[in-house]
């Protein structure tokens, strides 16, 4: 099946420094990213919609100046946490919408997370 | 590792009819168990939930019971409408760990 890679999948950082996290797709071409992020044993919220080519769509109470979302390519998406804080420490998760192989209908497909915690 | 399964799609109902979609998982401990729902042109929302055996997740109509001993988390829903067309997604979480199904797409008919 269509593979989503999201690195990394763990990181720890100090207080104040932006960490980057990457959402490709490795044998599709995804149309549309979505970046989700997940507090304990809580659902997912969605924080933003990413489009190739156009700027994200954040949903509302998401800082945009604070989680950068850059889509440049069909296949690469980044998430950048800047001047990360404790309260920012989650769990984050990409999903990708796209045409695997012969199929006809867009699906979507999830990264595996990645875990950051802000010291 | 972990890992869920959930039946696929598409499934196709006439409106008022009884809905289930069967989601299996594998799970090294006891996660939490979770349904989402996509609908068309938006991103996932949760539907319901369970954190615990035996645990009973309801939302809209919609029921999903946390069987430990089948290792399942199948959705019913008692009478779907138009309105519930969508893709549903099964989704296991634990700790940093979470998987989710396949996706079911339901297309309900009037």
């Known amino acids: 099946g269509a593979v989503v890679s999201q690195h990394p999948s763990r990181v720890i950082c100090k207080s104040g420094t932006s960490v980057k996290i990457e959402c490709r797709s490795l044998?599709?071409?995804?149309?549309?990213m979505f970046w989700y992020r997940q507090f304990p044993k809580q659902s997912l919220m969605l924080m933003a919609t990413s489009n190739e080519g156009s700027k994200a769509t954040y949903e509302q109470g998401v800082e945009k100046d604070k989680f950068l979302i850059n889509h440049a390519s069909l296949t690469l998406s980044t998430l950048t946490v800047t001047s990360a804080h404790p309260e920012d420490s989650s769990f984050y998760i990409c999903?990708?919408?796209?045409?695997?192989?012969?199929?006809?209908?867009?699906?979507?497909?999830f990264g595996s997370g990645t875990q950051l915690s802000v010291l | 590792g972990n890992s869920v399964t959930q039946m696929e799609g598409p499934v196709t109902l006439s409106e008022e009819a009884f809905l289930t979609i069967n989601c299996t998982y594998t799970a090294t401990g006891y996660p939490s168990l979770f349904w989402y729902v996509q609908y068309p042109g938006e991103g996932l929302q949760l539907l319901l939930k369970a954190t615990k055996a035996d645990d009973k997740g309801s939302n809209k109509g919609f029921e999903a019971t946390y069987r430990k001993e089948t290792t399942s988390f199948h959705l019913e829903k008692g009478s779907v409408q138009v309105s519930d067309s969508a893709v549903y997604f099964c989704a296991l979480r634990e700790d940093n760990d979470m998987r989710f199904g396949a996706g079911t797409r339901l297309t309900v008919k009037p």
């Open positions: 044998d599709f071409q995804a149309t549309t």
């Open positions: 999903s990708a919408r796209g045409r695997y192989g012969e199929q006809s209908e867009e699906k979507l497909f």
